[in-house]
């Protein structure tokens, strides 16, 4: 049975296996983030649009690093295209195995061609960011564009992702995808 002193030092090295082995990232993690989808032909807002920040979590493994959902949160654009995710109420005390997060946004009717971050080594969505988005015109068009959520994401956490997705299954003559009911409280 190793002493007092083995156990300090494996809990050590464990821990430095854990820092080195983990995202590590000194960037912007738990917001807020802002920015605006904008229609590139006409250069005006998108409004309507579903914005999701996603964190995973990384779960050391002795054969590979695998990655979990953690949590998520939404926002809606507003009529000028804008969105603000708030900042994530109550962050891990320990957060360096949360990666930063997926940003993912959707548009119905819409395919994104090109992020703009001002300045142009700005953090996305911290610093000024602009989403450029083509609107599709064709029905086979619209019909070739992916209309799923994030994977491995609990429908329950993106609901005004879905509702967005929705909009675009119903142009298409798709059914739409079930949002889970709104827990009511006591």
Same mark, same amino acid.
């Given at each position: 049975?190793?002493?007092?002193?083995?156990?300090?030092?494996?809990?050590?090295?464990?821990? $430095?296996?854990? +820092?080195?082995?983990?995202?590590?990232?000194?960037?912007?993690?738990? /917001?807020?983030?802002?920015?605006?989808?904008?229609?590139? +032909?006409? /250069?005006? /807002?998108?409004?309507? +649009?579903?914005?999701?920040?996603?964190?995973?979590?990384?779960?050391?493994?002795?054969?590979?690093?695998?990655?979990?959902?953690?949590?998520?949160?939404? +926002?809606?654009?507003?009529?000028?295209?804008?969105?603000?995710?708030?900042?994530?109420?109550?962050?891990?005390?320990?957060?360096?195995?949360?990666?930063?997060?997926?940003?993912?946004?959707?548009?119905?009717?819409? $395919?994104?061609?090109?992020?703009?971050?001002?300045?142009?080594?700005?953090?996305?969505?911290?610093?000024?960011?602009?989403?450029?988005?083509?609107?599709?015109?064709?029905?086979?068009?619209?019909?070739?564009?992916?209309?799923?959520?994030?994977?491995?994401?609990?429908?329950?956490?993106?609901?005004?992702?879905?509702?967005?997705?929705?909009?675009?299954?119903? $142009? $298409? /003559?798709?059914?739409?995808?079930?949002?889970?009911?709104?827990?009511?409280?006591?």
């Amino acid at each position: 049975m190793p002493g007092p002193r083995s156990r300090l030092t494996l809990a050590l090295i464990a821990l $430095l296996v854990a +820092a080195w082995s983990t995202p590590g990232e000194t960037s912007e993690k738990w /917001g807020p983030f802002r920015g605006q989808l904008v229609d590139q +032909a006409t /250069g005006k /807002g998108i409004a309507g +649009a579903a914005v999701i920040a996603i964190w995973w979590k990384n779960e050391p493994n002795p054969v590979q690093m695998n990655r979990s959902f953690f949590d998520a949160t939404e +926002a809606v654009t507003d009529a000028e295209g804008r969105f603000e995710i708030p900042r994530y109420a109550k962050p891990p005390f320990f957060d360096f195995q949360i990666f930063l997060p997926e940003i993912t946004y959707f548009a119905p009717g819409y $395919l994104s061609l090109r992020k703009q971050v001002t300045p142009s080594d700005g953090q996305p969505f911290v610093a000024e960011t602009t989403i450029f988005m083509e609107r599709i015109e064709t029905r086979e068009a619209l019909a070739q564009k992916s209309r799923s959520g994030p994977a491995a994401v609990p429908l329950d956490k993106m609901k005004e992702f879905t509702k967005a997705v929705n909009v675009e299954r119903a $142009l $298409l /003559g798709l059914s739409p995808i079930t949002i889970p009911a709104q827990e009511t409280k006591p």
